[in-house]
């Protein structure tokens, strides 16, 4: 049932953070403006390091699958909460409340895929 749990949480997250991990990563800073990406507050090298470390704990999530590598699913899922954190903060710096929903949704399953990922 945890493995089930974990598939929920981490496989829909990982493709989330693929599709944003990558954006911030490559993607212009306007357009990443246009999208109102969180990292456009940030120094550009900053952002896109944080773009990276989006796509790396993608991964991770789904190696987490395997479960002689599970540690690494829990590893991302707390990368992804403090993430999540961070950018919410960084959102109610700049009036953009309207993020706070989403970093609450993609906060508790980046949780629920931390606690599903033990061994």
Do not use: D
Request: hydrophobic share 65%; glycine share 8%.
């Amino acid at each position: 049932m945890a493995r089930l749990g974990y598939a929920l949480a981490a496989f829909p997250l990982a493709l989330f953070f693929v599709f944003v991990g990558g954006n911030k990563a490559v993607a212009p800073l306007a357009q990443l403006a246009a999208h109102h990406a969180w990292t456009i507050w940030l120094p550009a090298w900053l952002g896109r390091i944080v773009g990276v470390s989006e796509l790396l704990c993608a991964a991770a999530l789904l190696v987490g699958f395997r479960s002689n590598w599970r540690m690494w699913g829990r590893v991302a899922g707390v990368a992804l909460v403090l993430n999540q954190i961070i950018a919410a903060l960084v959102h109610l710096a700049h009036a953009e409340t309207s993020a706070l929903p989403q970093n609450g949704v993609l906060l508790v399953m980046a949780l629920l895929a931390a606690v599903l990922a033990r061994k």
